[in-house]
């Protein structure tokens, strides 16, 4: 009986056992499937992760690319903003430029209406100066004329002859006339004929020496006159062209 009991208690032992080694078994494949499922779970992540990684070096790669072609942009907007500079700041100054020579030009502008001006005062100074020469010449010509005739007239014998003494006429010979002291009236004739002629003489040339000076002279002044306005026109040409040139 006592060995029955053993036995039973035995078999009761080894069952349980047996039993207990089945849980742990169906516990150890449990885990055991567990383990596998988180081992195939890593093994996915991970190749997951290589593939984010790989994804990460191309988005690396990438943002390097960008970068550095940000870095270029950024390079160029430079030079870009430099240029744009430097022609704003020519901009500038041909600004500047542009004033100042609006400047000049309306400086000018103003020189060359006062320069108008003054020379429309001295062409009517000329005109009247041509003018007066033109009068001057037509009343020498008109004197040269008078003395020509009268050179003629005295030349011909056809001007009365005048007493030296008292400048009254002198009656001519008349040879129907009976004579009476012939040679007395001869002797006047004569000496009022020479009188007369030199007188004639000096008015002639009283009046050639005094149209010649007066000729020469308003000739003298009207080439003086000619050239300082040449001389003034041409300095205001210089002036214009010096202007325009800057």
Known sequence: MAWEETRRADEERLRQAKEEINAMKETLTAERRRLDERVNQLRIDEVKLEETRRQ???????????QESLNSRNEYVSQQLSEINQRAESVAQAERALDEAEARQRKLQTEQGKQFSELQIRMEKMHEAETKLILERKEL???HAELTRL?????SGQ???????CQVPV???DPSRPRSRPRAESAVRN??????LSEADMRASLMDDQSLRKLKVS?????????AEKRYL????????ELTAK
């Open 151 to 155: 050179r003629h007239e005295v030349m």
């Open 191 to 196: 000496k009022a004929r020479r009188s007369l």
């Open 159 to 165: 001007a009365k002859v005048l007493c030296a003494s």
């Open 171 to 173: 009656r001519e010979y």
């Open 234 to 241: 041409q300095r205001i040409k210089q002036a214009t062209k």
């Open 219 to 227: 000739q003298e002044e009207d080439a003086q006159f000619l050239a």
């Open 141 to 143: 010509a008109r004197e």
């Open 56 to 66: 990460l070096d191309i988005v690396r790669c990438d943002l390097a690319r960008e």
